[in-house]
């Protein structure tokens, strides 16, 4: 007999690509965070200079015909050179926020609790209308970036599409039973 109190979880594969996304970005970021962390003490301008000079990295660039000295390489070792011990660790500390940002929520949407559908539709909403501005901004746009936007385009609507559906509070009210009032 159904009382309809019942949440039968049904079957969403899209659900599923959110949730592996979100717990897969959350993953990566993390692992960022840990690797700003650990180089944070560390001479990242030597290390870059090493890096460029090992015979692996020459031998690639020759091949790609990419010289080490090109604008890019350059551009890069400036912006390293200006990195401080602080600076990675402020880094390393939002990243990881971010992280565990995402982590919460795909572990939210892996159990199907309406508050971490709330949240990814938040936080797929809160870039999109940034990931539009760069995309019109000269000399920004990329394949990539618009690809993160088409990503946060479906999780916002799929979730706000489906959130009846695939999300149910816990506690469901009952219809009211008549109560014997005590004697008085």
């Excluded at 390393?92 to 709330?118: H, K, N, Q």
């Excluded at 901004?137 to 979730?159: D, Q």
């Amino acid at each position: 007999m159904d009382t309809g109190t019942d949440f039968v979880k049904q079957r969403a594969p899209t659900l599923y690509g959110i949730i592996v996304f979100k717990l897969v970005k959350g993953t990566l970021f993390a692992g960022l965070a840990l690797m700003l962390f650990c180089l944070s003490d560390n001479n990242l301008p030597q290390e870059w200079s090493d890096f460029l000079g090992q015979h692996w990295v020459r031998h690639t660039l020759n091949l790609l015909r990419v010289h080490p000295a090109n604008k890019f390489f350059t551009h890069v070792a400036e912006y390293i050179a200006q990195l401080t011990e602080a600076n990675l660790l402020v880094a390393a500390a939002g990243t990881l926020f971010y992280s565990l940002f995402s982590l919460v929520e795909g572990t939210g949407l892996m159990f199907r609790v309406p508050w971490a559908g709330w949240m990814a539709i938040g936080e797929s909403g809160f870039f999109i209308p940034i990931e539009v501005y760069e995309l019109t901004r000269p000399g920004k746009a990329s394949w990539f970036l618009f690809a993160v936007l088409v990503t946060n385009i479906v999780i916002v609507w799929y979730l706000v599409q489906n959130r009846h559906r695939l999300f149910r509070h816990h506690f469901h009210h009952h219809a009211a039973e008549p109560v014997e009032k005590p004697a008085s």
